[in-house]
């Protein structure tokens, strides 16, 4: 147990005092004297110590100290380990990935579709029980696969803690609400194959994985090469135990990508993920007639207009910093009319300067909680580096830096390696001819722009094609309401944000943001299984139409 990491799922750590920041690049090293008592690593919370606790809980999946694959129910030490693999946390190394070959691929396709012929057939009280008992043993060492999350993706405690909580509570509601969401179903032909990013391993990627196992399917995933794994490993290998029909393998998309994406035998395919990878997988996709749903980006947008609940919105937009905006459902950029400008720059600049960052493991004393920040690390260096080239890119064209914030503002340990650390940023009119207008950053820039008019306003939030969510600031609402008829996001909220959504809440996109069956409740329940009426038609984004639900 991490002693420093013991909190409720109600309530978050407590926040430590601060000491100095660091300069960029590493950690601050002033002499003592000068500087507040340097901070330390909590004890129990090292690599050393979730890896090892990792494999206590499930040594049938770490092996030698390396992860393995798993297929046909055996973990298997094939695959070569991804060479230096780093922490974003603090570049320490961690256990990469075990890289598999195409052949190995479809030999572990073959084996989940043998698995899937004999589980489709297992009775829903027997799945219903299997899986109940998976999800007792997730919760029974849910802070291990939260501090691997820490290490492996840069979650601050807390949040980690909520990603793993989001995937034992949402599979318990699926396993109370499962019985009317399969009345005349059955499972697909073949098991679900899912391709996921790195932000979400739990309350995304496990949690369909279990939802789709409840539904009569096997299901294989391919880890997110760039963090995830060794929790992944830990999960699926409780749930493996109790007999669950659960594939794991580990390798590059495009070696895998004709055994994990156009593999006949597959009866759906799952991805999460950017939308040039999305692309490639939907144009490999296109003329197999598969079962699909591909969740990619949006630049996910907040209107302001002819609004004055200042103090509102500035609990949203410091929310909204959350994981550095590493998130699907994340907001950055904000249309503000041009006559509320300098009442948004009050409400916002005081909110920005207030985001707390840094190392999420970093405690001045041993008895002390761990901190409760809003972000630690970008996922790595290249991607803090990619950020920072961005943001200096729509500087360089015109955009004005309204706020940039110091990694000297971060907590961080003495002589630490901050190199994928971004902190704060916003800059206001990045130019169109930048990636910043028209691209979500995937870090903690938020842009801005004012507008003039109700059409601009529109216009400017449906920059990027199609988004998961959107939101307006109105104090009218009914007239917010009108407005958000003229968005392209498929979530809108007025005075409050869009989420993905939990238990029966669809999720799903509009435009390019997502392709193929929505997801959440019954919707999931049913893209991954077959109704009596062969011309059924889910809600999703297809090719030849467009059917949304109630949102």
Same mark, same amino acid.
């Given at each position: 147990?991490?002693?420093? =990491?013991?909190?409720?799922?109600?309530?978050?750590?407590?926040?430590?005092?601060?000491?100095?920041?660091?300069? =960029?690049?590493?950690?601050?090293?002033?002499?003592?004297?000068?500087?507040?008592? /340097?901070?330390?690593? *909590?004890?129990?919370?090292?690599?050393?110590?979730?890896?090892?606790?990792?494999?206590?809980?499930?040594?049938?999946?770490?092996?030698?100290?390396?992860?393995?694959? !798993?297929?046909?129910?055996?973990?298997?030490?094939?695959?070569?380990?991804?060479?230096?693999? @780093?922490?974003?946390?603090?570049? #320490?190394?961690? =256990?990469?990935?075990?890289?598999?070959?195409?052949?190995?691929?479809?030999?572990?396709?073959?084996?989940?579709?043998?698995?899937?012929?004999?589980?489709?057939?297992?009775?829903?009280?027997?799945?219903?029980?299997?899986?109940?008992? *998976?999800?007792?043993?997730?919760? =029974?060492?849910?802070?291990? %696969?939260?501090?691997?999350?820490?290490?492996?993706?840069? +979650?601050?405690?807390?949040? *980690?803690?909520?990603?793993?909580?989001?995937?034992?509570?949402?599979?318990?509601?699926? %396993?109370?609400?499962?019985?009317?969401?399969?009345?005349?179903?059955?499972? !697909?032909?073949?098991?679900?194959?899912?391709?996921? #990013?790195?932000?979400?391993?739990? #309350?995304?990627?496990?949690?369909?994985? %279990?939802?789709?196992? !409840? /539904?009569?399917?096997?299901?294989?995933? +391919?880890?997110?090469?760039?963090?995830?794994?060794?929790?992944?490993?830990?999960?699926?290998?409780?749930?493996?135990?109790?007999?669950?029909?659960?594939? !794991?393998?580990?390798?590059?998309? #495009?070696? %895998?990508s004709s055994a994990l994406v156009r593999a006949p035998e597959i009866g759906a395919l799952a991805f999460v993920g950017g939308r040039s990878a999305g692309g490639q997988v939907a144009a490999a996709l296109c003329d197999t007639g598969k079962r699909h749903f591909l969740e990619q980006e949006g630049l996910n947008a907040w209107g302001v207009w002819e609004f004055s609940q200042w103090d509102l919105l500035a609990g949203h937009v410091r929310k909204g910093f959350e994981y550095a905006k590493q998130r699907c459902t994340a907001y950055p950029r904000y249309v503000v009319q041009r006559q509320l400008f300098d009442e948004f720059l009050k409400m916002y600049l005081p909110v920005v300067e207030s985001v707390r960052f840094g190392h999420p493991l970093a405690v001045g004393g041993d008895d002390e909680p761990l901190p409760d920040l809003d972000f630690g690390p970008l996922i790595n260096a290249v991607k803090a580096a990619e950020l920072a080239g961005r943001v200096e890119e729509a500087i360089a064209k015109g955009g004005?830096?309204?706020?940039?914030?110091?990694?000297?503002?971060?907590?961080?340990?003495?002589?630490?390696?901050?190199?994928?650390?971004?902190?704060?940023?916003?800059?206001?009119?990045?130019? @169109?001819?930048?990636?910043?207008?028209?691209?979500?950053?995937?870090?903690?820039?938020?842009?801005?722009?004012?507008?003039?008019?109700?059409?601009?306003?529109?216009?400017?939030?449906?920059?990027?094609?199609?988004?998961?969510?959107?939101?307006?600031?109105?104090?009218?609402?009914? +007239?917010?309401?009108?407005?958000?008829?003229?968005?392209?996001?498929? +979530?809108?909220?007025?005075?409050?944000?869009?989420?993905?959504?939990?238990?029966?809440?669809?999720?799903?996109?509009?435009? *390019?943001?997502?392709?193929?069956?929505?997801?959440?409740?019954?919707?999931?329940?049913?893209?991954?299984?077959?109704?009596?009426?062969?011309?059924?038609?889910?809600?999703?984004?297809?090719?030849?139409?467009?059917?949304?639900?109630?949102?």
């Open positions: 147990m991490v002693t420093a =990491a013991r909190t409720s799922r109600a309530t978050g750590a407590s926040d430590p005092a601060v000491s100095d920041g660091p300069a =960029a690049g590493t950690a601050d090293e002033r002499p003592a004297a000068s500087r507040a008592p /340097a901070l330390r690593l *909590a004890p129990g919370t090292t690599w050393a110590d979730a890896f090892a606790r990792a494999g206590d809980a499930a040594p049938e999946a770490f092996g030698d100290g390396r992860l393995l694959n !798993l297929w046909g129910g055996h973990w298997r030490g094939t695959g070569i380990p991804l060479a230096h693999s @780093a922490s974003p946390v603090d570049g #320490s190394p961690i =256990a990469g990935p075990p890289m598999i070959q195409l052949d190995e691929a479809r030999e572990a396709i073959g084996a989940a579709c043998e698995e899937h012929q004999r589980w489709r057939d297992v009775p829903l009280v027997e799945r219903r029980a299997r899986v109940t008992a *998976a999800v007792d043993a997730l919760d =029974a060492h849910r802070d291990t %696969l939260a501090l691997l999350l820490v290490w492996e993706i840069g +979650k601050p405690w807390r949040l *980690a803690r909520t990603d793993v909580d989001r995937a034992i509570d949402g599979v318990r509601w699926y %396993l109370d609400e499962i019985d009317p969401m399969l009345a005349e179903r059955a499972p !697909l032909p073949g098991p679900v194959s899912n391709i996921a #990013s790195w932000n979400y391993p739990m #309350s995304v990627l496990m949690h369909a994985m %279990l939802v789709q196992v !409840l /539904a009569g399917n096997a299901a294989i995933a +391919k880890t997110p090469t760039d963090g995830g794994a060794a929790c992944l490993t830990l999960a699926c290998a409780l749930a493996r135990r109790e007999g669950l029909p659960l594939s !794991l393998v580990s390798g590059p998309g #495009s070696r %895998l004005v830096p309204l706020y940039r914030g110091s990694l000297a503002d971060g907590r961080f340990l003495p002589g630490q390696d901050t190199s994928a650390y971004a902190a704060p940023t916003a800059i206001l009119s990045p130019p @169109a001819s930048c990636a910043l207008h028209h691209a979500e950053p995937f870090g903690p820039v938020d842009t801005i722009v004012v507008v003039d008019s109700e059409a601009e306003l529109l216009a400017a939030m449906n920059a990027s094609n199609g988004a998961l969510v959107a939101s307006l600031a109105c104090d009218d609402e009914d +007239k917010a309401r009108r407005m958000s008829a003229e968005l392209a996001a498929f +979530k809108i909220g007025v005075n409050r944000p869009r989420s993905r959504g939990d238990r029966a809440e669809p999720f799903g996109g509009r435009g *390019a943001s997502w392709k193929g069956a929505f997801v959440g409740g019954e919707h999931l329940v049913h893209a991954v299984t077959v109704g009596p009426d062969p011309d059924e038609r889910l809600y999703g984004n297809f090719p030849s139409y467009s059917l949304y639900p109630e949102t």
